[in-house]
C-alpha cells in the first residue's frame, strides 16, 4: 500500500491535505445584479443574452467567461489545468461539453441539477487532495432562458408563472482548487443520497429538494460530530423561502437547531426584485452565492467557516410529464478560511 | 502534509493501491443477445421494454437489475455501498437519478454520452484508491427506444436509419470497486479532452468521436511510457466500424500501430446482427464489453492487460437543430489482472 490515509469520516468525505480554493469567478445575468448578492460578482452582464443569437449560446459564454475570469484571478492559463469538472442543466449538459472543447483540460460532465456546483467542488477537490492533480477547476452555469424553454415553456409565450415557482438564476461560476497553500479550503464533503418523497408538481421543487437537504445536513453533522454553529454561515443551494422553512422543520424534529447562520442561496438571491416567485434556482444560483458572497467574506475574514448545501431537483420535463415523481438530492462541502493565509 | 503520494503520471490518474473490480454485472437486451458479446453477459433480457410502459422505465429496470446483480455478485448489501456513480444518455440523466432514488448510497452523477461508464469507473477508482470510499459502484445504461425518440425520431415512425448510423445498446453494465483484494485491478486512468473537429451530421458519430479516442490513446500511451502492445486487449467504445478505422489511421500518423489488440466495442456488440448500422452506441456498450468480454476474459486468465476507451458525442438534439458541430471525448482506463487473485 502506497498510502493509508483515512479520508472517510463517517459517510462523509475529508480532504487532510486541506486542497485550496485559490480564485473564484462569479459572471451574473440583470436580474441577479438587482438582487442583495450582486455586490460579491465579479461581474454583472447587463445583457442577458450576452450578444448571442440563441440563450444556449448566451450560457455558454457565461460559463466561457466564468473559466476566463477564474483563471485569471487565479494567475494561470488554461494549460495549467490538470482537470475541469462542470455541468449545467441543459440536456446532455451542452453549455459545459462545448465550453469544454474550448478549453485544453483533461474534462469530466456532471450532473447534479442545481447541486451541480458543490458535486463538481467535491470532485475537484478529491482529486486534488489525493494528488491525481495539482490543479483543478470547477465551473456550473443555469440561465433562465435557456431553462424555462427547456423545462417549461419558451418565454416568448408569456405564461404566468405561479407564486410557489422559482426562478432559474443566469450566470456561472468557477473555483479554482490547488493543492498549494490558499485563502480558503475544502476540508469535508458530504455527498448527498437521492430522496424521493413523492412531490410531483415542478413548481414545487424547494419542497421537493428539503428532505434531501434534511439528510445530507444531519449526516454531514453526526459524521463530523459538530453543531450547526460551528459554522459562521450554512448556505442551501437553493430551497427558496417554502423549501427553506421545511428543511428548518424537518432538521428540528431531528433535534438539529439551524439557528441564525443559516440562509438560503435561492431566497437570498432575489430578496427584493419582483417578479421572481419564491426565489432563485439553477446550477448557478448556489456557485454565483459560494464564489461571490461565501468566498470573498472568508477572504475579507468576515466570517471563517462556512457549510455550502447545494440542492437538486432531479426532474425532466419527460418524467413530468410521464406523472412521475421529483426525487431530490444535495451535496455540501466545508469551506475553511486557511489560518494566515486570507487578505 | 497527510499523505505526500503522487498519483499524476503525466496528465494521466495513477492508482497506488490497486482498487479492485471485485464484481461487475452485465444485463443486455435482445439485439445484443443475438451478437458475440452474448455468452459474457449475466443476462439477456428478451423484452426490452422488460415489462414496462415506457422505454424510459424499462431502461430504469435495467439499471436497477444491473446494480442488483452487482452487489449479488460482489456479496455485498446496498448499505455497504460508500459511494455510487452513474449516468445515461435521457435528458438530466433521470436514469441514474431516478434509480438512484432507490440506492442508499451517496450519488454522483455523471454525464458523458457513451463515455459515461469510464467516467463513472475512474472516479470510484479515484475515491477507493484515495480512501475517500471502501466500496462503490459505477453504473451506466441506454436503451434503444429510448434513445431513437429523444435523440432522433420515435420508432413507431419507422424512419429509415442511414447506412452509417450507429445503433444504440440497450441494457446496463455495473461494476464495483473495493478497497480490498480483488481478480481485477485499476492501474491507471486517462481522462478526455473535449475535440470538437467540425463533424455536424450526428449520423456520423463515429468519425466525429474518433479523433477524441486518438488524442487519448496517445495521451495515455505517453503518459505511461507503454506501447499498444502493452496491453492484450484495447477497447474503445463505440467508433463503430468507419470511427475505429478512422482512429487506426490518427494514431498511425502520430506513430502509434494499433495493431491486433485493438477492437471497437460497437463493431464487436452487433457483428452479424442484421438492422444495426454500423454497430452499436450507447453508455451501455462499453458498459456491457468492459463487464463483460473484458471482465470475465481477466477473471479466466484469458487476458492479464486491458484498456478501455470509452467514447461520447457531445451533442443534444438542440445542438444539432441549431446547426452546431458534434464535440467528443474519451476516457481511458487500465485494467489488470492480480496475480494470484485470478479465478
Same mark, same amino acid.
Given at each position: ?8 469520516v463517517?459517510? =462523509?468525505?475529508?480532504?487532510p491535505?486541506?486542497?485550496s480554493i485559490?480564485a473564484s469567478?462569479?459572471i ?7 438582487? #442583495? ?12 443574452m450576452f450578444?448571442e443569437r440563441?440563450p ?5 459564454? +457565461?460559463?466561457?467567461? @466564468?473559466?476566463d ?8 492559463e488554461?494549460d ?8 449545467d442543466l441543459?440536456n446532455?449538459?451542452v ?8 478549453? #485544453? ?9 442545481? =447541486? ?7 470532485i475537484?477537490? =478529491?482529486m486534488? %487532495?489525493?494528488?491525481? &492533480? ?11 432562458q435557456?431553462?424555462e424553454?427547456?423545462f417549461?415553456? #419558451?418565454i ?16 456561472a461560476g468557477?473555483?479554482?482548487? =490547488? ?9 469535508e464533503a458530504?455527498?448527498?443520497k437521492?430522496? %424521493? ?5 415542478p413548481?414545487?421543487?424547494? $419542497?421537493a429538494m428539503a428532505?434531501? &437537504?434534511a439528510?445530507t445536513?444531519?449526516?454531514? +453533522?453526526?459524521?463530523t460530530?459538530?453543531? $450547526?454553529?460551528y ?5 442551501t443551494?437553493?430551497l427558496?423561502?417554502?423549501?427553506s422553512?421545511i ?6 424534529r431531528?433535534g438539529v437547531v439551524?439557528?441564525d447562520?443559516?440562509? %438560503?442561496?435561492? @431566497?437570498?438571491m432575489f430578496?427584493?426584485?419582483p417578479g ?5 434556482s ?10 461571490g458572497l461565501i468566498?470573498?467574506?472568508m477572504? &475579507?475574514?468576515?466570517?471563517?467557516r ?6 437538486? &431537483? ?7 410529464q ?11 462541502v466545508?469551506l ?6 486570507a487578505?
Amino acid at each position: 500500500m502506497a498510502d493509508v490515509v483515512q479520508r472517510r469520516v463517517g459517510g =462523509s468525505l475529508r480532504f487532510p491535505n486541506r486542497p485550496s480554493i485559490i480564485a473564484s469567478s462569479t459572471i451574473a445575468g440583470p436580474m441577479e445584479g438587482k438582487g #442583495p448578492l450582486a455586490r460579491w460578482f465579479d461581474c454583472v452582464v447587463e445583457d442577458d443574452m450576452f450578444g448571442e443569437r440563441t440563450p444556449e449560446k448566451a450560457e455558454r459564454r +457565461f460559463m466561457r467567461d @466564468a473559466i476566463d475570469v477564474a483563471l485569471k484571478n487565479a494567475g494561470l492559463e488554461p494549460d495549467d489545468l490538470h482537470i475541469m469538472v462542470a455541468g449545467d442543466l441543459l440536456n446532455q449538459t451542452v453549455t459545459a461539453s462545448f465550453t469544454a472543447a474550448e478549453v #485544453p483540460a483533461p474534462f469530466m460532465g456532471v450532473y447534479g441539477a442545481c =447541486s451541480t456546483s458543490v458535486e463538481g467542488l467535491a470532485i475537484v477537490a =478529491s482529486m486534488v %487532495d489525493a494528488g491525481f &492533480a495539482d490543479v483543478g477547476l470547477s465551473v456550473t452555469s443555469s440561465h433562465y432562458q435557456a431553462a424555462e424553454r427547456q423545462f417549461r415553456y #419558451p418565454i416568448e409565450l408569456n405564461i404566468q408563472r405561479k407564486s410557489t415557482s422559482q426562478y432559474t438564476v443566469t450566470g456561472a461560476g468557477a473555483l479554482v482548487v =490547488s493543492s498549494g497553500r490558499g485563502p480558503v479550503v475544502v476540508t469535508e464533503a458530504t455527498i448527498g443520497k437521492v430522496i %424521493d418523497m413523492g412531490i410531483k408538481d415542478p413548481n414545487q421543487m424547494g $419542497p421537493a429538494m428539503a428532505p434531501a &437537504a434534511a439528510d445530507t445536513l444531519y449526516r454531514h +453533522f453526526v459524521d463530523t460530530g459538530r453543531t $450547526p454553529d460551528y459554522y459562521d454561515m450554512i448556505i442551501t443551494g437553493d430551497l427558496g423561502a417554502v423549501g427553506s422553512s421545511i428543511l428548518r422543520d424537518l432538521l428540528q424534529r431531528r433535534g438539529v437547531v439551524l439557528g441564525d447562520v443559516y440562509r %438560503d442561496s435561492g @431566497a437570498l438571491m432575489f430578496e427584493g426584485v419582483p417578479g421572481t416567485g419564491v426565489g432563485g434556482s439553477g446550477c448557478a444560483c448556489a456557485a454565483l452565492t459560494m464564489g461571490g458572497l461565501i468566498y470573498k467574506k472568508m477572504l &475579507a475574514n468576515e466570517i471563517s467557516r462556512a457549510l455550502v448545501v447545494a440542492t437538486g &431537483a432531479l426532474l425532466s420535463s419527460l418524467t413530468w410529464q410521464q406523472g412521475e415523481s421529483i426525487p431530490g438530492v444535495a451535496h455540501a462541502v466545508a469551506l475553511e478560511v486557511q489560518p494566515g493565509a486570507a487578505t
